[in-house]
């Protein structure tokens, strides 16, 4: 099984959609900030000169080129956290045809043949959200409610992390989980991890992408691609 992983997308995705084909990937999965606005007003102002409108235009249908690659993702700070909510709480986690978003801390499996375990956990780090004190700005923040669900999601193949792996709550999280791969952003103001607790970790970069070939006996290759 070919997963394509992929870093920040920001909303540009036709050329991550063509990546994965030209790969003959049989999954995308993402680390978050995938550019989950569809209201492009909503664009929060630290995102709007990086994130294109092209999830809102799929969304109406102004886009209708279909997704021919499965799109898994999680949470990222310049995602619209408060509608991925809703979407949360009415059931419905496919948010595109196709494209799939994991709710904060939980586990699904992708694959048919080969099924995998994927545990996503999105957003970023808060001090006050952590500790309870909600403020206008918590559903971008990550609690400890939600590290907690995680880690009691058990054994894991592959866990997806938005924020820094020094963060609070995060080596718990490997911990408890036990993944055979750690996905997450490349930092540029914190240190980068080849491995943690023993576990390789990939961090990509802004629009980076990179090939992992999965097998029964696990992870044969993985391949960096040109961003």
């Known amino acids: 099984m070919k997963i394509l992983c992929a870093g920040p997308v920001q909303g540009h995705y036709t050329d991550l959609f063509k990546r994965a084909q030209d790969a003959q990937a049989h999954w995308i999965v993402a680390v978050g900030d995938f550019g989950i606005y569809p209201d492009p007003a909503r664009i929060d102002r630290a995102a709007r000169p990086f994130t294109a409108n092209e999830f809102a235009k799929r969304y109406v249908g102004a886009i209708s080129e279909p997704i021919n690659v499965p799109v898994l993702t999680i949470s990222g700070v310049h995602d619209d956290n408060r509608w991925l909510a809703h979407r949360q709480s009415v059931n419905n986690a496919e948010i595109l045809s196709n494209v799939h978003w994991l709710a904060q801390g939980y586990k699904t499996v992708i694959g048919f043949d080969l099924q ?28 400890r409610r939600d590290v907690e669900r995680a880690c009691s999601s058990g054994p894991t193949d592959l866990l997806v992390v938005y924020e820094h792996l020094d963060s609070p709550g995060i080596r718990n999280l490997v911990f408890a989980t036990r993944p055979k791969l750690i996905l997450t952003r490349f930092q ?7 491995s943690i607790q023993g576990i390789p970790v990939v961090a990509l970069d802004r629009l980076e992408t990179r090939e992992i070939i999965w097998k029964e006996t696990g992870i044969e290759g993985i391949h960096s691609q040109n961003s």
């Open 116 to 143: 995998i375990r994927v545990t996503g956990f999105g957003r970023a780090y808060s001090e006050a959200t952590y500790n309870e004190q909600y403020g206008k700005k918590s559903h971008r923040h990550y609690t």
């Open 188 to 194: 540029h103001k914190n240190k980068n991890y080849p």
